[in-house]
């Protein structure tokens, strides 16, 4: 008998930052004894009942109507048997679907099944051959609809449920909503029908998911994307007319130009936007981004808002606006949570933690807020880098290739995201740009449902709700595995081919309907993409190495015979294609996903995705695996030299890049297995946000426009350790020779490009404030022979200006 009841979480930090990261082989066995313990809970139920020619009672219309069509067709999708809906049924074996407060005639609820009195919940019980799906609410009888799905065994002519279910349970927090903006941004969602919208609404439901958020940026009438079907605004009328058929929130992500003293722009945005609000069918939630865009001044932009709101609540009295202060200064946001505790404006809804928040925790803001005032969390669960939960320990190669919006899976990430900070919010609406998350949503969902869900049984039923009862548990392990694929050198992770031939496993194993649905193309996609990249890697960097060790002949064979052998290991790239079959099958798949659901893997026609960082995957093929556009450029540099012994030391340069001499040490900042030096401040288990720790930072190589990598830049130069304001980023050394002299060797590089200062020991000035100078080369200072005379050192970066600290390399290297 399975019986849940709301229960206060009771957080262990160890456990929570744990479950989600598990090796490869633990988890393996967890869930081995997951599906253990299952089978022997089935095995040992008195009976299952045999629902296949059930009928579903419930109303054919209304909102109800729609959770009796979602359950029916969800079920005819799975077993090939259709379960009709009546309004009235004499027969015995049926399901009924109703609110506690409007039951059928005849129906009653059994005793010891408890409705939860709580918004959204339900309650399954068994009363001999009815089942019973009881909504405190409409909406409750959706999600209890979609945990009949996952409760149930489905099988081609065969739906099987236990006799001696009963769950009864409600939601721990009330916005859990995820972002599907019909926009050129989007990697998908802009070629969706609202058919498409429907069908992927209905799969959300499933987990939890109760409403979407719209973007709307553009003018009535507007299209900014030769895909888009017909204009924004007049898709979001009809998806907030879809959402309020299933009585789903409808959230709209609504920013504000910059308004300056432009009083035009204005009237002209405002007009805009009572407009918008008079023509949907249901708004809940309006959330402005007071950055990112918008970089209006809270001054300017709270005024604005209120008469957004006051516009806003003469059609929807009861919605929401909330206001974020993503890339604000600090005085800024100081003057908004100022405003906001001083003045308690009611026409405010509550505030939005979202990417880019930089200066303050998501515990501060609750900490400052007062308690009227919700927070809902704008979680980043879209992108792999670049990003507000980065991909730990990645491998700058993946990073460069599969980039910011690549295919994601990421179930312990986000079980961890999730967990970690759900105590400080009301919910959540996500940000996402396309299906490539969409494991990740299903995450969210489920624990913005129950926080306590076991992260292995949520993954475990979105495997047999989408591959089929029978491979759920590999499509379970094939997801976890993808995760694993991200984490570590590419060079050395074995468990990259057996991903591959899991999908391929599972593509034998599943129905030729699965096999063609967009889900089992996309992770099959990205277990090909991988394997290839490696593949690749592993090539190139033979070529590479061979390219070194021609150049180390130079002092024999001279500075242009040694280039021109180098130059021509690095070509061999150009006439051995690596993985041909496997490029030729992601292209069919890519298109084949480009038909089923929209997803676009290139810039180029017929996908037109918005640039090659938007899941471009296709455009990626070929980004080099190693150091040949930098060092070629090099190569061009060095034969200009007028020596040629000036031509000889430059090579040698080259050749003993990351070589520090004698008793020195070199880091490759950004390079989790050559950081050894760095105070990392605590890791990801621990803190998964990036205040307050070190992460790895990766640099964009391919030019958006050209899509040509830059030649400026080396691998190591491409991923570097960053801090964002309030953390500080120090390396530590032990054992020196505390009679010698040393001098430190730096490159401080990212996107940033801010304003550092370097300190020894926390008071000998290294350097004072500094910034990027082009072209990329490594910097060097003495370091006064006091400080290193105790055998340690500790260097420290300060910020002076700018977003971050970043730095790529360091060389301490004793002087002769």
Same mark, same amino acid.
């Given at each position: 008998?399975?019986?849940?009841?709301?229960?206060?979480?009771?957080?262990?930090?160890?456990?929570?930052?744990?479950?989600?990261?598990?090796?490869? $082989?633990?988890?393996?066995?967890?869930?081995?004894?997951?599906?253990?313990?299952?089978?022997?809970?089935?095995?040992?139920?008195? $009976?299952?009942?045999?629902?296949?020619?059930?009928?579903?009672?419930?109303? =054919?219309?209304?909102?109800?109507?729609?959770?009796?069509?979602?359950?029916?067709?969800?079920?005819?999708?799975?077993?090939?048997?259709? &379960?009709?809906?009546?309004?009235?049924?004499?027969?015995?074996?049926?399901? =009924?679907?109703?609110?506690?407060?409007?039951?059928?005639?005849?129906?009653?609820?059994?005793?010891?099944?408890?409705?939860?009195?709580?918004?959204?919940?339900?309650?399954?019980?068994? !009363?001999?051959?009815?089942?019973?799906?009881?909504?405190?609410?409409?909406?409750?009888?959706?999600?209890?609809?979609?945990?009949?799905?996952?409760?149930?065994?489905?099988?081609?002519?065969?739906?099987?449920?236990?006799?001696?279910?009963?769950?009864?349970?409600?939601?721990?927090?009330?916005?859990?909503?995820?972002?599907?903006?019909?926009?050129?941004?989007?990697?998908?969602?802009?070629?969706?029908?609202?058919?498409?919208?429907?069908?992927?609404?209905?799969?959300?439901?499933?987990?939890?998911?109760?409403?979407?958020?719209?973007?709307?940026?553009?003018?009535?009438?507007?299209?900014?994307?030769?895909?888009?079907?017909?204009?924004?605004?007049?898709? +979001?009328?009809?998806?907030?007319?879809?959402?309020? !058929?299933?009585?789903?929130?409808?959230?709209? &992500?609504?920013?504000?130009?910059?308004?300056?003293? @432009?009083?035009?722009?204005?009237?002209?945005?405002?007009?805009?936007?009572?407009?918008?609000?008079?023509?949907?069918?249901?708004?809940?939630?309006?959330?402005?981004?007071?950055?990112?865009?918008?970089?209006?001044?809270?001054?300017?932009?709270?005024?604005?808002?209120?008469?957004?709101? @006051?516009?806003?609540?003469?059609?929807?009295?009861?919605?929401?606006?909330?206001?974020?202060?993503?890339?604000?200064?600090?005085? &800024?946001?100081?003057w908004m949570f100022n405003y906001i505790r001083e003045d308690q404006p009611t026409w405010l809804g509550g505030y939005v933690y979202g990417p880019g928040t930089e200066h303050h925790s998501i515990k501060e803001a609750r900490e400052w807020l007062p308690?009227?005032?919700?927070?809902?969390?704008?979680?980043?669960?879209?992108? +792999?880098?670049?990003?507000?939960?980065?991909?730990?320990?990645? @491998?700058?190669?993946?990073?460069?290739?599969?980039?910011?919006?690549?295919?994601?899976?990421?179930?312990?990430?986000?079980?961890? =995201?999730? +967990?970690?900070?759900?105590?400080?919010?009301?919910?959540?609406?996500?940000?996402?740009d396309g299906i490539n998350d969409d494991l990740n949503k299903t995450v969210w969902s489920a624990l913005g449902w129950d926080p306590d869900a076991d992260i292995h049984e949520i993954v475990l039923d979105y495997g047999r709700l989408f591959f089929g009862?029978?491979?759920?548990?590999?499509?379970?392990?094939?997801?976890?595995?993808?995760?694993?694929?991200?984490?570590?050198?590419?060079?050395?992770?074995?468990?990259?081919?057996?991903?591959?031939?899991?999908?391929?496993?599972?593509?034998?194993?599943?129905?030729?309907?699965?096999?063609?649905? &967009?889900?089992?193309?996309?992770?099959?996609?990205?277990?090909?993409?991988?394997?290839?990249?490696?593949?690749?890697?592993?090539?190139?960097?033979?070529?590479?190495?061979?390219?070194?060790?021609a150049l180390m002949k130079s002092p024999k064979v001279g500075a242009t015979a040694a280039i021109a052998e180098a130059r021509k290991e690095f070509a061999r790239a150009d006439s051995v294609k690596i993985g041909v079959p496997l490029r030729e099958e992601?292209?069919?798949?890519?298109?084949?996903?480009?038909?089923?659901?929209?997803?676009?893997? $290139?810039?180029?026609?017929?996908?037109?995705?918005?640039?090659?960082?938007?899941?471009?995957?296709?455009?990626?093929?070929?980004?080099?695996?190693?150091?040949?556009?930098?060092?070629?450029?090099?190569?061009?540099?060095?034969?200009?030299?007028?020596?040629?012994?000036?031509?000889?030391?430059?090579?040698?340069?080259?050749?003993?890049? !990351?070589?520090?001499?004698?008793?020195?040490?070199?880091?490759?900042?950004?390079?989790?297995?050559?950081?050894?030096?760095?105070?990392?401040?605590?890791?990801?288990?621990?803190?998964?946000?990036?205040?307050?720790?070190?992460?790895?930072?990766?640099?964009?190589?391919?030019?958006?426009?050209?899509?040509?990598?830059?030649?400026?830049?080396?691998?190591?130069?491409?991923?570097?350790?960053?801090?964002?304001?309030?953390?500080?980023?120090?390396?530590?050394?032990?054992?020196?020779?505390?009679?010698?002299?040393?001098?430190?060797? =730096?490159?401080?590089?990212?996107?940033?490009?801010?304003?550092?200062?370097?300190?020894?020991?926390?008071?000998?000035?290294?350097?004072?404030?500094?910034?990027?100078?082009?072209?990329?080369?490594?910097?060097?200072? !003495?370091?006064?022979?006091?400080?290193?005379?105790?055998?340690?050192?500790?260097?420290?970066?300060?910020?002076?200006?700018?977003?971050?600290?970043?730095?790529?390399?360091?060389?301490?290297?004793?002087?002769?």
């Amino acid at each position: 008998m399975t019986i849940e009841t709301p229960t206060l979480r009771r957080f262990f930090p160890c456990t929570h930052r744990t479950i989600g990261t598990l090796s490869r $082989s633990r988890r393996v066995v967890v869930a081995a004894m997951v599906l253990l313990m299952v089978t022997v809970n089935v095995c040992s139920a008195e $009976s299952t009942i045999d629902l296949r020619t059930t009928v579903l009672i419930s109303p =054919v219309d209304g909102r109800v109507g729609k959770a009796a069509a979602t359950l029916s067709d969800a079920v005819y999708e799975r077993s090939g048997i259709r &379960w009709y809906i009546r309004e009235h049924f004499p027969g015995a074996c049926r399901i =009924v679907l109703s609110t506690v407060d409007d039951l059928p005639d005849g129906v009653e609820i059994p005793a010891g099944l408890v409705i939860p009195d709580a918004a959204e919940g339900f309650a399954i019980g068994v !009363d001999g051959e009815t089942v019973l799906i009881i909504g405190r609410d409409e909406r409750g009888i959706l999600f209890g609809v979609g945990r009949l799905l996952r409760e149930l065994t489905m099988r081609q002519g065969e739906i099987h449920l236990p006799s001696d279910t009963q769950i009864s349970t409600s939601p721990r927090y009330p916005m859990r909503v995820h972002q599907l903006g019909y926009r050129n941004g989007a990697t998908s969602y802009d070629l969706w029908t609202v058919a498409k919208y429907e069908q992927y609404l209905r799969e959300l439901s499933f987990f939890g998911c109760n409403g979407a958020e719209l973007i709307q940026e553009l003018p009535p009438g507007e299209k900014d994307s030769v895909l888009l079907a017909e204009p924004e605004w007049d898709m +979001n009328m009809r998806l907030s007319k879809l959402l309020d !058929d299933y009585d789903l929130d409808v959230f709209v &992500w609504y920013p504000v130009p910059i308004l300056g003293d @432009d009083k035009e722009l204005y009237e002209r945005e405002l007009g805009y936007r009572e407009r918008f609000f008079n023509e949907m069918s249901r708004i809940d939630h309006v959330f402005v981004p007071g950055g990112d865009p918008g970089d209006n001044h809270p001054r300017i932009l709270m005024p604005a808002l209120k008469v957004m709101a @006051d516009m806003l609540h003469k059609p929807f009295p009861d919605a929401g606006v909330f206001v974020s202060n993503q890339k604000m200064p600090p005085e &800024w946001t100081e003057w908004m949570f100022n405003y906001i505790r001083e003045d308690q404006p009611t026409w405010l809804g509550g505030y939005v933690y979202g990417p880019g928040t930089e200066h303050h925790s998501i515990k501060e803001a609750r900490e400052w807020l007062p308690k009227q005032y919700q927070i809902r969390r704008y979680p980043d669960i879209t992108h +792999n880098v670049r990003a507000q939960f980065p991909v730990p320990h990645w @491998d700058d190669r993946m990073a460069q290739t599969l980039d910011r919006e690549g295919i994601n899976p990421r179930p312990g990430h986000n079980h961890l =995201v999730h +967990n970690a900070y759900d105590e400080y919010a009301s919910g959540f609406g996500t940000y996402s740009d396309g299906i490539n998350d969409d494991l990740n949503k299903t995450v969210w969902s489920a624990l913005g449902w129950d926080p306590d869900a076991d992260i292995h049984e949520i993954v475990l039923d979105y495997g047999r709700l989408f591959f089929g009862e029978d491979v759920g548990q590999d499509a379970a392990d094939g997801l976890w595995m993808l995760q694993d694929n991200m984490e570590g050198n590419l060079l050395t992770n074995e468990g990259i081919p057996q991903t591959l031939a899991k999908w391929r496993e599972i593509g034998q194993k599943v129905t030729p309907e699965v096999r063609r649905s &967009w889900r089992y193309q996309m992770y099959l996609m990205r277990a090909i993409f991988d394997h290839y990249t490696r593949e690749r890697y592993l090539a190139e960097h033979e070529y590479e190495q061979a390219a070194y060790a021609a150049l180390m002949k130079s002092p024999k064979v001279g500075a242009t015979a040694a280039i021109a052998e180098a130059r021509k290991e690095f070509a061999r790239a150009d006439s051995v294609k690596i993985g041909v079959p496997l490029r030729e099958e992601m292209s069919v798949l890519a298109d084949g996903m480009f038909n089923s659901i929209g997803y676009q893997f $290139s810039v180029k026609p017929p996908y037109f995705t918005r640039n090659p960082e938007r899941g471009a995957l296709l455009d990626k093929l070929d980004v080099p695996m190693n150091d040949r556009p930098w060092l070629e450029s090099q190569f061009d540099r060095i034969q200009s030299l007028k020596t040629e012994k000036e031509r000889l030391e430059q090579i040698e340069v080259l050749v003993n890049w !990351d070589d520090p001499g004698p008793g020195g040490f070199y880091d490759d900042l950004g390079d989790p297995e050559r950081q050894t030096h760095v105070d990392m401040l605590s890791t990801f288990e621990e803190n998964p946000s990036r205040l307050q720790r070190v992460t790895e930072g990766h640099y964009r190589w391919m030019n958006n426009e050209t899509l040509q990598v830059d030649n400026r830049y080396r691998y190591s130069w491409l991923h570097h350790c960053q801090t964002f304001p309030g953390a500080p980023l120090i390396m530590r050394y032990d054992g020196l020779d505390p009679n010698a002299e040393y001098k430190v060797k =730096v490159v401080e590089f990212g996107r940033f490009g801010s304003t550092l200062d370097l300190t020894a020991d926390g008071e000998y000035r290294i350097h004072g404030p500094m910034k990027i100078e082009y072209p990329i080369w490594p910097r060097e200072f !003495d370091i006064p022979k006091a400080v290193t005379s105790d055998g340690k050192l500790e260097l420290e970066w300060g910020l002076v200006e700018g977003r971050g600290i970043q730095v790529a390399e360091v060389w301490l290297i004793k002087k002769p």
